[in-house]
C-alpha cells in the first residue's frame, strides 16, 4: 500500500467527522420513534460487537442523543436525529430497502463508509431528501450506482469511491452515467467517485462534470478507467482546490489551464500516463500544497524558480518521471516543504545548499538520477526521517553534522563515489534504523557503535567499498540487526561465527570477499547450533573458513553461500536436510561427496563447480524447484544417467563442463524443455549430436558442446522457433556441411565451429542474420571464396572473425568488410560490456561465453569477450590479389591477421587508420612496395609481423616501429634499415618516404649530413698545420705509407709508395687522368688564381681490379703545378680532404 493510499485510509474517519461537523450537535431527549428506528436498525445489521465501536453501545437505557455515532439538532424547533456514523463498524450485512435507516427524514449526514455490506446500493436512499452528506465509501457496496442518487440533489458531498488495492468489490456508472449521475447535483462542491469503473473518454466526463457541478471544489476520481485528453471544459471550475485522477490513462499532455485555478491546493496525477511537457508554472501557484505527478515515466518536464517565501508548497512529487535539468537553488524558498520526492528521474547537475534551508524538511528522496558533487550538510533539517540519495554519482564526503539529526531513521546513500571516512556521529543517532552505504569508494575503519545496547539499528550495509581493519566488535553488539551485509570490502582480522549468536533477529549475514578470516571452530558442538538466529541469506564466501559451521535447526534459510573457501571433506547432513533452502553455492573448495543424498524440496539453485567431486553425477531427489544446476570443473567420470530429465523437469541452466564425463549424450536431455542453457563441454563424449536438442528445445538460448569427442554431422534441424544465441561445437570430430536449418537461428550472437572436419563452403546461409558477433570457422575443410551474393549488408554487429587454417580462396571481398560496423569506432560511448547469456535478469547468475582467439602469434582463450573487443583472422588460406583498402575502415580492430596467403601488391596506406589495433600480421604472402609511414601513427600497435614478403625499401622508424626486432621483417630481400644489419646506404633500393619527390628535388638526410660537418671541421683544424708546412706534408706522407703498407696487405691488396708511383701506373689510367684534368681547367683557373699558385690535395686510389692502393704523388701540396681535381670511376674510389 502507498503511503499516501494508507494515510487516505486512515483519515477516512476522520474526514467523516469533519463533515459532520457542519451539524451543529445538540444535546437533548431523542424523540422515541427515532430511538425505535435506531435500535431496529441495530436489530436488523449483521456487525461484530467485538470490533464495533458504535453500535455495541446502543440500548435503550440512554438517550439516543448521547449515542456514539448519532448526531442531533434542532429541526423546526424540535429535537432529531440529523446524524449517523456507522463508519468501520465491521458490519457484513443487513442493509436493504425495508431498513429502517431510510425512515430517518431528518438525516443530514450519512456515512457507512469501510463496512462489508456485500449487496448493491439500496434505491430507498433516495428517500433521505435532507441528506447534504452521502458517505458510502469503501462500504462493500458494488454495481451499478442506481439513478436514486442523482435525485438527491440536496446533496453537498458524495463519497462512493472504493479502495480497489484492498480487493473490495466495486462500483460502476453505464446507465445511468456519470452526466446522469451529476445533472441534478448542483449544489454537490464534493465529488469522490475513486475505484468507479466509469469507462469514459476525456470529453465525454469532463464536460458533464463543468456543465453540472458549477460549485464544485474536490474532484477525487482516481482509478476510473478514465482516458484523455483533459479537456477545456474543466477550466469553467475555478473554485477546484483538490485535484485526484490518479491511476487513469490520459496518454496526452497535461493541460496548462490548471495554472489558473487560484485556489488549488492538492493536485495528485499518480500513473496516469502522461506525456509531453508538464506545464512549469502549475508548480508555481501560490496556493498549491501538494503536487504528485510520480510514475508518469514519459512526463517531461523542469522545476521552475520560485519565488523568495513560497511557503505554501508542502509535498513534491515527481519520482518516475522523466524531469530534468538542474535542480534550482530556489527550492531553499519553499520554506514548508516537508516531503520531497524526485527519485528516478534525469535530473543533473549537484544539489544546491539553499536546501540547508529546510527547516520543516523530514522526507528526501532524490535517488537514480544522475546528480554529481558533494552533498549539503542539510543542518537545519533537524525534522529529518528519511534520507536517501543513492544511485547518483555524488562524491565527496559524508556529512558529520548528520550526527545532529535526532529523528532521523532512514540513510541510503548506495552506489555513488562518496570517498572519504565514515563518520562516527553517523552510527551514535539513536533513531536510526537504517544505514545502506554500499557501492562506493569509503575508506578507513568502519566506526564503533557507541550506543551499541540502546541502538534500534536493524539494518548495515556498508558493502562493495574500501574499508579496512578488523570488523568493530560493537557492530556485534547491536541486538536490533536484521541485516548485515559488509562483503566485498579489506576488513581483516579474525570473526568468530559465535559472536552471531548475540543478535538473535538477525536474518541476513554477509561477511563474503574481505582478507578476513572466518573462524567456525567454535561452534563445532551441534548443542550449541540452536543458539544461533534463524538465518534467511548466510554469505561467507572467500571468508578463509577451513570447515563448515555446524547450523543445525535452520528453519528459514533459503540461501548459504560458503563458495571460495578451503572446506574439505564431504557436505554436511545437516545442510542437506534443511528444507527451505532455495540458493545453495559451495563451490571453489575441496569438497569430494555429499553424506547424505541430495533432498532439498525448494533448492532451485545448486552451484559445485570448482570442486573435487568424483564418480556419478548425484542426483537431486526433490527437483521440481531447480532452474539452476553448475556441477562443472570437477572430476567426475561416468557417463550421463540415461534419464537425467527426470531430475530436471523446469531447468534452464545445466553445466557438467570440464569434467571426465565419457558415453553419449542421452537423447532423454531433450525432455528438458526449459533448459535455455546447456554445457556439456570438455569432456571425452562420443556419438553424434541427439538431433532433438535442435528440434525439441525451443528455449534453449545456449548450447555448448566444444571439446569433446563428437563425430558425425550436425543435425539440420533447427526449427523456425530457434531461440539459441550462443551454438558452440568447436574441437569435436564433427564433419559434413553447415545446416541450412541454422539459417532459423535468428538471434545466434555466437557460432564456434572451429577445429573439426566441416567441408562446405562459406555459410551464406547466415547471411540475413543481424546479431551475429563472433563468427569461428577456424582448422576446417571450408573452400571457396568469402563473398556471398547478394548481401543485404546486416553483419553490422560482427566483432570476431576466425576463418584460418581453411582452404578458402580468391580476392576477399571489400564490400563485405565495410558492412562490419562493430568493428569501427563509435561515438566513443561503447559500454565495455561481456559477451554473455542471463536466464535471471534479477540476478548475478549468467553464463559466460568464451572463445580462443590468436594475438600477437599466440593462442589465447578469452574467458570474457568484451563487446568491444575486434579481431579478423584470414590466416593460412589461399587468398590472393590485394588486400582491400576497405579494411581500413574497421578502426576499432585490435587484431588483424592475414599471414600466409597469397595476397600481392601493397601494404594499403589506410592501414594507417586502424587507430586501435594491436596485432598485425601479414607474414607470408607475397606483398610488395614499401612499408607505409602512415603505421607509425598506430601508438597501440605492440606485435607486427610482416616477414616472408617482397617488400623493400627503408623499414620506417618511430613510436612503436622502434620496438619491433629484425624477426619482424626477414625475408624481405629489399628491406634496409633498423633493426635489419642492413644499411639503406649500401643498398641501391631508395629509402622509403612518406612523401614524393618533384623532379630535380634532392632529399637531404640531415641525420648524417650535421654529424658529416662536425667532423669535417675537427679534422680541417687537425690537417691545416699540415697542408701549410712541407717538412710536415713530407711527414704526414711517410708514415701513412707505412701505415698502408701493413693493413692493406692483410686485406689482399698490394700497396705501392710514392716513390714506385711511375713505375706502375698504366698508360690508360694516366690518359684517363689527364684528360679530367683537362676538361676542369677552365673551371680550376679562379680557384687557382685564388689560392695563390699553391693548392693541396691528399688522394689514395684503390684499383679494384688489380687489388692494389696506389697513393698518387701530385695530390699533395704543389706551389707551380695546377691543381688535379677529384675523379671517381667504376673501379675507383676518391677521397678529397
Known amino acids: 500500500m502507498k503511503p499516501q493510499q494508507l ?144 435525485q438527491m440533489s440536496s446533496l453537498v458531498s458524495l463519497d462512493l469511491s472504493t479502495l480497489s488495492f484492498l480487493g473490495l468489490p466495486s462500483l460502476k456508472l453505464e446507465n445511468p452515467n456519470l452526466a446522469g449521475l451529476v445533472q441534478n447535483l448542483k449544489q454537490l462542491t464534493d ?140 527550492l531553499g524558498n519553499l520554506g514548508n516543504l516537508s516531503r520531497i520526492e524526485l527519485s528516478r528521474c534525469n535530473f543533473s547537475g549537484t544539489i544546491p545548499r539553499s536546501l540547508e534551508n529546510l527547516a520543516q524538511l523530514n522526507y528526501l528522496d532524490f535517488s537514480s538520477n544522475n546528480l554529481i558533487g558533494p552533498i549539503p550538510s542539510l543542518g537545519l533539517s533537524k525534522s529529518l526521517v528519511h534520507l536517501d540519495l543513492s544511485y547518483n554519482q555524488l562524491a565527496g564526503d559524508i556529512p558529520a553534522q548528520w550526527g545532529s539529526f535526532q529523528k532521523l531513521e532512514y540513510v541510503d546513500l548506495r552506489h555513488n563515489s562518496f570517498n572519504g571516512s565514515i563518520p562516527p556521529s553517523l552510527f551514535s543517532i539513536p533513531t536510526l534504523q537504517k544505514i545502506q552505504l554500499s557501492f562506493n569508494q569509503l575508506k578507513g575503519p568502519a566506526p564503533e557503535f557507541s550506543n551499541a545496547s540502546s541502538s534500534i539499528l536493524d539494518t548495515l550495509d556498508l558493502s562493495s567499498n574500501h574499508l579496512e581493519g578488523p570488523i568493530p566488535r560493537s557492530i556485534f553488539e547491536v541486538q536490533t540487526l536484521k541485516v548485515l551485509v559488509l562483503s566485498s570490502n579489506r576488513f581483516n582480522g579474525t570473526v568468530q561465527l559465535n559472536w552471531i549468536q548475540a543478535l538473535q533477529n538477525l536474518t541476513t549475514l554477509d561477511l563474503s570477499y574481505n582478507n578476513l578470516t572466518v573462524d567456525a571452530s567454535g561452534n563445532n558442538n551441534s548443542t550449541l547450533s540452536s543458539i544461533y538466529p534463524q538465518f534467511g541469506i548466510l554469505n561467507l564466501a572467500s571468508s578463509n573458513l577451513s570447515q563448515f559451521p555446524e547450523l543445525g535447526n535452520q528453519s528459514r534459510l533459503t540461501r548459504l553461500d560458503l563458495s571460495g573457501n578451503n572446506i574439505n571433506g564431504v557436505v554436511p547432513r545437516w545442510i542437506l536436510e534443511t528444507t527451505t533452502i532455495y540458493h545453495l553455492n559451495l563451490s571453489h573448495n575441496n569438497l569430494v561427496d555429499f553424506q547424505v543424498p541430495i533432498s532439498l524440496p525448494n533448492l532451485g539453485v545448486l552451484d559445485m563447480h570448482h570442486n573435487k567431486l568424483e564418480g556419478e553425477i548425484p542426483i537431486i531427489q526433490s527437483s521440481f524447484s531447480m532452474i539452476y544446476v553448475d556441477y562443472s570443473n570437477n572430476f567426475f567420470n561416468f557417463s550421463i544417467p540415461v534419464d537425467i530429465s527426470n531430475y530436471l523437469p523446469y531447468a534452464l541452466f545445466f553445466s557438467l563442463s570440464n569434467n571426465r564425463l565419457s558415453g553419449a549424450i542421452p537423447a532423454s536431455i531433450c525432455n528438458a524443455s526449459y533448459l535455455q542453457v546447456l554445457d556439456l563441454s570438455n569432456n571425452t563424449l562420443t556419438g553424434t549430436i541427439p538431433s532433438c536438442l535442435m528440434e525439441n528445445i525451443g528455449t534453449l538460448a545456449v548450447l555448448n558442446l566444444r571439446g569433446n569427442k563428437l563425430h558425425g554431422s550436425i543435425p539440420d534441424t533447427f526449427q523456425a522457433s530457434c531461440s539459441l544465441q550462443t551454438l558452440d561445437l568447436s574441437l569435436n570430430q564433427l564433419n559434413g556441411r553447415v545446416p541450412k536449418s541454422l539459417s532459423n537461428c535468428t538471434a545466434l550472437e ?32 571450408f573452400y571457396g571464396s568469402t ?32 558492412t562490419w560496423q562493430a568493428m569501427m569506432v563509435g561515438d566513443g560511448n561503447e559500454t565495455q560490456n561481456h559477451l554473455k547469456f542471463e536466464p535471471f535478469k534479477l540476478t548475478q547468475l549468467y553464463y559466460q561465453d568464451s572463445i580462443t582467439v590468436t594475438s600477437k602469434g599466440l593462442e589465447m582463450e578469452l574467458v570474457k569477450v568484451l563487446t568491444v573487443f575486434t579481431s579478423v583472422d584470414f590466416s593460412s588460406n589461399n587468398f590472393d590479389g590485394p588486400i582491400p583498402a576497405a579494411v581500413g575502415q574497421l578502426n576499432a580492430l585490435y587484431i588483424l591477421n592475414f599471414s600466409h596467403n597469397g595476397f600481392t601488391g601493397q601494404i594499403p596506406a589506410v592501414f594507417g587508420n586502424i587507430s586501435q589495433l594491436e596485432s598485425l600480421d601479414l607474414s607470408d604472402n607475397k606483398l610488395s612496395g614499401e612499408i607505409p609511414q602512415e603505421l607509425t601513427e598506430l601508438t597501440f600497435l605492440s606485435f607486427v609481423n610482416l616477414s616472408n ?28 634499415g633498423s633493426p635489419l644489419m642492413k644499411s639503406c646506404s649500401d643498398s641501391n633500393t631508395p629509402p622509403p618516404s612518406g612523401r614524393k619527390q618533384g623532379p630535380g628535388q634532392q632529399s637531404l638526410d640531415w ?65 684517363e687522368y689527364n684528360t679530367d684534368l683537362d676538361d676542369d681547367d677552365e673551371e680550376e683557373e679562379e680557384s687557382y688564381d685564388e689560392f695563390g699558385g699553391r693548392y693541396c690535395v691528399y688522394c689514395t686510389k684503390l684499383d679494384m681490379t688489380r687489388k692494389m692502393a696506389i697513393h698518387d704523388p701530385k695530390c699533395s701540396c704543389h706551389h707551380l703545378s695546377r691543381p688535379v681535381s677529384t675523379f671517381s670511376s667504376p673501379f675507383s674510389s676518391t677521397t678529397t680532404l
Open 7 to 150: 494515510a487516505w485510509v486512515l483519515l477516512m474517519p476522520l474526514i467523516s467527522i469533519l463533515v459532520a461537523s457542519h451539524v451543529t450537535p445538540v444535546s437533548g431527549q431523542c424523540p422515541g420513534d427515532q430511538q425505535s428506528l435506531l435500535l431496529q436498525l441495530k436489530q436488523s445489521l449483521n456487525f461484530s460487537r467485538s470490533f464495533s465501536g458504535n453500535l455495541a453501545g446502543w440500548n435503550s437505557s440512554i438517550d439516543c442523543c448521547n449515542w456514539l455515532g448519532i448526531t442531533c439538532d434542532l429541526v423546526g424547533g424540535l429535537v432529531r436525529v440529523v446524524g449517523l456514523n456507522l463508519s468501520n463498524e465491521s458490519i457484513t450485512g443487513g442493509l436493504d430497502n425495508s431498513i429502517a435507516l431510510f425512515s430517518l427524514q431528518h438525516l443530514q449526514v450519512l456515512d457507512l463508509s469501510f463496512n462489508s455490506f456485500s449487496t448493491t446500493i439500496p434505491t430507498a436512499v433516495s428517500n433521505l431528501t435532507n441528506l447534504r452528506h452521502l458517505n458510502l465509501s469503501s462500504a462493500g457496496f458494488y454495481g451499478q450506482i442506481p439513478s436514486a442518487v442523482s
Open 191 to 330: 465529488l469522490r467517485l475513486d475505484g468507479v469503473n466509469i469507462s469514459t473518454h476525456g470529453t465525454e466526463w469532463c464536460r458533464a462534470i463543468a456543465s453540472s457541478l458549477p460549485n464544485l471544489k474536490v474532484l477525487s476520481m482516481s482509478n476510473c478507467l478514465l482516458s484523455g485528453p483533459i479537456d477545456f471544459s474543466l477550466s469553467d471550475l475555478q473554485s477546484l482546490s483538490v485535484v485526484r485522477l490518479d491511476n487513469n490513462n490520459f496518454s496526452h499532455p497535461f493541460p496548462d489551464f490548471f495554472a489558473d485555478f487560484r485556489n488549488l491546493t492538492i493536485l495528485r496525477l499518480t500513473s496516469c500516463g502522461l506525456v509531453g511537457k508538464f506545464p512549469a508554472k502549475i508548480l508555481q501557484i501560490p496556493s498549491l500544497e501538494i503536487l504528485d505527478l510520480s510514475n508518469n515515466k514519459l512526463l517531461e518536464g523542469e522545476i521552475p524558480d520560485f519565488l523568495q517565501n513560497h511557503y505554501s508548497m508542502q509535498t513534491l512529487l515527481l519520482t518516475d518521471t522523466n524531469f530534468s535539468g538542474k535542480l534550482p537553488s530556489s
Open 750 to 781: 555466437v557460432l564456434d565451429l572451429g577445429n573439426n572436419m566441416i567441408d562446405d563452403v562459406f555459410p551464406c546461409l547466415l547471411k540475413n542474420n543481424s546479431s551475429l558477433r563472433v563468427l569461428i570457422l577456424r582448422n576446417n575443410l
Open 787 to 818: 563473398g556471398c551474393p547478394h548481401l543485404p549488408g546486416t553483419w553490422q554487429k560482427l566483432q570476431i572473425v576466425d576463418l584460418a587454417f581453411n582452404k578458402f580462396s580468391g580476392p576477399l571481398n571489400g564490400h563485405c568488410l565495410a
Open 949 to 976: 614478403n617482397n617488400l623493400l625499401g627503408k623499414i620506417p622508424t618511430g613510436r612503436q616501429f622502434l620496438t619491433f626486432d629484425n624477426t619482424s621483417y626477414q625475408g624481405n630481400p629489399g628491406l634496409c
Open 1007 to 1071: 641525420e648524417f649530413i650535421i654529424p658529416g660537418i662536425g667532423f669535417g671541421a675537427a679534422a680541417a683544424t687537425v690537417m691545416a698545420p699540415l697542408i701549410f708546412s712541407k717538412k710536415a706534408t713530407r711527414w704526414c706522407d711517410d708514415h701513412i705509407d707505412r701505415i698502408l703498407m701493413v693493413l692493406l696487405p692483410l686485406c689482399g691488396f698490394r700497396y705501392y709508395t710514392s716513390n714506385d708511383w711511375r713505375r706502375v701506373q698504366p698508360e690508360d689510367m694516366t690518359e
